[in-house]
């Protein structure tokens, strides 16, 4: 079967960086979405990797690695604004795309 | 413009009812989706159209009975209410087998069965 892995909580202040991990497990792979959504919000689109390395645009930065099965997303700069929950997503063979349980990310002052 | 539309924003309702939630996109797209997504926030697929034709149900109940009268529209129709449906619905779109695992979500319809 499918399956993603990111942590459930992380914490960080104003002004740090901090990294969420993923990693997945799944049949066929084109690619690592990461989305963010706000309490109540809808699941907005952040980035995507399909070959191995660092994408960046502006403060967040996605990383993937095929070869382990892993990927990360890398904020940085915080803002009080960027408290929400990440997602990373898969999409295997012959279905939708998977969505990760959340990384609920809060950030003080 | 909204991108993706979907209404009701709230519903809320009594077991054993039936309900609809509508979805509409203005974005040109191919494939639209149904995901519910639980109070642990969890979002999993429902079911997906590619230009009207159904090409993924993802084991759900037939109580739920999707419907895409074109390829701007995708409705959700629930039978038999049950406390588990609780959750909020989103549909979203993309380009017709789209790689880049870019979806444009609605705003959410937020279903509570009482």
């Known amino acids: 079967g499918q399956s993603l892995e990111q942590p459930s909580e992380v914490t960080a202040v104003e002004g740090a960086i901090v990294q969420i991990n993923c990693t997945y497990q799944t049949s066929g792979f084109y690619g690592l979405s990461w989305y963010q959504q706000h309490d109540g919000g809808a699941p907005t689109f952040l980035s995507y990797n399909a070959l191995d390395g660092l994408e960046e645009t502006g403060r967040f930065s996605s990383f993937l690695s095929r070869s382990d099965s892993y990927g990360y997303l890398l904020l940085q700069e915080l803002q009080m604004k960027d408290s929400a929950s990440y997602f990373c997503a898969v999409r295997p063979e012959g279905t939708a795309l998977i969505f990760g349980k959340g990384t609920t990310l809060s950030v003080s002052s | 413009d909204t991108a993706v539309s979907q209404t009701p924003k709230y519903l809320v309702t009594q077991m054993g009812n039936d309900k609809s939630i509508k979805c509409e996109q203005n974005l040109g797209h191919d494939t639209m989706y149904w995901y519910k997504q639980d109070s642990k926030k969890f979002l999993k697929i429902m079911f997906s159209?590619?230009?009207?034709?159904?090409?993924i149900n993802e084991t759900v109940p037939n109580r739920f009975s999707p419907k895409s009268p074109d390829k701007a529209h995708l409705n959700l129709h629930i039978n038999s209410l049950e406390l588990g449906d609780s959750a909020v619905y989103f549909c979203?779109?993309?380009?017709?087998?789209?790689?880049?695992?870019?979806?444009?979500f609605g705003e959410g319809s937020r279903l509570t069965v009482l």
């Open positions: 159209y590619n230009n009207k034709e159904l090409i």
């Open positions: 979203a779109s993309s380009r017709q087998t789209s790689r880049s695992g870019e979806l444009f």
